[in-house]
């Protein structure tokens, strides 16, 4: 079975700032990561994902993460955020070998940006 | 394109009392679907998965059960509400296998058991 940690529930930074959002994970298997972003009252979607190849991974709104082997992280970068960036996001993982996905999820970090 | 429905937005429902979630997907054939669970100060919880009609899959043991009675509608129920069922409920949709792919999500459902 996979288990996914977000050690921040919350992040506070100001605008401007650079920022990491922390996500190590757990899994006897080999798995797929993902990070997910939720706005207020609102349905995931997705920023980025990494499924094999160059472990630094691009996504949208100016997010990058790295996927780190030996440290099972995968961790969430924004060189400079933004107010809208203000949102939760949830880092989730996928086994490979199963023949269907189940996305197991963290519980979650919350950025607030602030000006 | 494809879009996901899901409602309502909000629900008030009291304490024994049933609950159906309807979620439809739009734009595409036989998709996986999904219900998960963000409970307050959680992470969400896959509750359910289906591959195809009248197919479900139990993730955890609940108070719950779901349905598919058509290829992109998926329903949410319980007989009987607890107020451990409060929560953010979610219902996505993957194409094929969907292991490696976006999980598409609908703007949830509020419910709050009272």
């Known amino acids: 079975a996979q288990s996914v940690t977000q050690l921040d529930s919350q992040v506070p930074v100001f605008e401007e700032a650079p920022v990491e959002l922390r996500c190590n994970y757990s899994?006897?298997?080999?798995?797929?990561l993902f990070w997910y972003v939720q706005y207020p009252n609102q349905g995931l979607q997705l920023l980025l994902k990494?499924?094999?190849?160059?472990?630094l991974v691009k996504g949208i709104n100016g997010f990058e993460a790295e996927f780190n082997k030996s440290q099972t992280s995968f961790h969430l970068r924004k060189p400079s955020v933004h107010i809208s960036d203000t949102a939760e996001y949830f880092c989730a993982v996928s086994e490979v070998n199963t023949g269907f996905q189940k996305l197991v999820f963290g519980t979650g970090t919350r950025l607030l940006v602030s000006p | 394109s494809q879009t996901i429905h899901q409602w309502p937005a909000t629900l008030v429902q009291p304490v024994g009392s049933p609950l159906s979630l309807e979620c439809t997907v739009e734009g595409t054939s036989n998709p996986n679907l999904y219900w998960y669970r963000q409970a307050a100060g959680r992470g969400l919880q896959l509750l359910f998965y289906?591959?195809?009609?009248?197919?479900i899959s139990s993730e955890v043991p609940q108070n719950l059960s779901a349905s598919r009675p058509q290829d992109r509608q998926f329903i949410l129920s319980s007989k009987k509400l607890l107020l451990s069922d409060s929560g953010f409920y979610l219902c996505a949709w993957t194409e094929g296998q969907g292991r490696d792919t976006e999980a598409f999500f609908g703007q949830g459902t509020r419910l709050t058991v009272v």
């Open positions: 289906s591959v195809g009609i009248g197919q």
């Open positions: 899994s006897s298997v080999s798995v797929y």
């Open positions: 990494y499924l094999s190849g160059s472990t």
